[in-house]
């Protein structure tokens, strides 16, 4: 069977370019036992997918297809467990269509949220959010909650679940556009154009005048700078993502971190979702739960095309999506 696929043609240096991807067709071998052909409805762009396009251990191979979280429908099945209409999400390659095993696929229900959800909200970034914050963060009434990047699809969540824990929230985003839709539509208390602020350092003063005692880190770099300076005695600082970082050539250096944890008795800790996977059903109850309740609300920056998976992507580096960011067939 004939398909089309989105390779890495080259390894970026800095922010990736159309020149980095190739689309193009391919076969795919007969369907064996155990296995679903599928037809890829929704596709997830994410950020950690540039660290993977560098030379590592985990790396994308050149001239292989880029493999992300999707949502497909099953068209053939081989398998006793998934029949064929279902739903399912699971970490393919971008194909039209694909070969799967069955033992990696999650059946998925739309009638309980819209399909997408499941790469967003109810998938990797919403769980994301979930266990950061409430493992690490440990949020509690009354105290102040800042998020970088919180416009984007972990950090969105991230917001809302601080709101429901009775935090006063914070949002660091990168538009006026984002900041109003942060404190209009999603329960934000207050929110910054890092891009506009002349003085981020004096901005947080001013907004966190009882400084900060949960900060969720997504970004990295100058802004993680400016608001671990503001950090409580005993603040919790988790550091999901550093975006501001992974098309950097050279590592800054910055400010040291050390003396201000030591000083305020903080923690900061990095953390993999992969690490809860055996709590997952736990953090998809309560999401479910919230969303179903209105207490959480999630924005998807839906883009039409196989195709434009590439363009997608790189728009995740220019601040082009609210929410998640999903290509749609």
Not at 53 to 74: D, L, T, W, Y
Request: aromatic share 8%; net charge neutral.
């Amino acid at each position: 069977m004939e398909t089309r696929q989105i390779i890495l043609a080259a390894r970026p240096t800095g922010i990736p370019t159309l020149d980095n991807f190739k689309i193009e067709n391919t076969s795919l071998p007969d369907l064996m036992n155990d296995q679903v052909l599928v037809e890829i409805l929704y596709y997830s762009v994410d950020p950690y997918m540039r660290g993977r396009m560098n030379a590592n251990q985990a790396s994308f191979e050149i001239g292989k297809p880029i493999e992300g979280g999707v949502v497909a429908k099953v068209i053939e099945s081989k398998s006793s467990e998934i029949k064929v209409g279902d739903l399912i999400s699971g970490r393919l390659p971008w194909r039209v269509r694909t070969l799967a095993p069955a033992k990696g696929l999650k059946i998925i229900n739309d009638k309980a949220a819209p399909a997408s959800y499941y790469l967003g909200v109810l998938g990797m970034p919403g769980l994301t959010a979930y266990f950061g914050l409430m493992d690490i963060g440990k949020p509690q009434e009354g105290q102040t909650v800042v998020v970088s990047a919180a416009a984007g699809a972990v950090g969105v969540v991230v917001g809302q679940i601080a709101r429901i824990q009775g935090c006063r929230v914070i949002g660091i985003a990168g538009s006026d556009e984002k900041v109003n839709l942060l404190k209009t539509e999603y329960g934000f208390d207050e929110a910054i154009n890092y891009k506009t602020s002349d003085d981020l350092m004096k901005a947080l003063a001013q907004i966190c005048p009882n400084g900060v005692d949960v900060y969720y880190d997504n970004v990295g770099g100058e802004i993680s700078d400016a608001v671990i300076s503001h950090i409580n005695h005993k603040a919790r600082i988790i550091v999901c993502g550093q975006i501001s970082t992974y098309n950097s050539s050279e590592i800054s250096t910055g400010p040291r971190l050390q003396p201000l944890i030591l000083l305020h008795n903080a923690l900061m800790q990095g953390f993999s979702v992969n690490e809860y996977q055996n709590r997952f059903d736990e953090g998809l109850q309560q999401l479910t739960k919230w969303i179903r309740e209105g207490k959480v609300k999630f924005p998807e920056t839906k883009i039409k095309g196989f195709d434009q998976l590439p363009s997608a992507f790189i728009g995740l580096f220019k601040g082009e999506n609210m929410g998640k960011m999903i290509v749609e067939a």
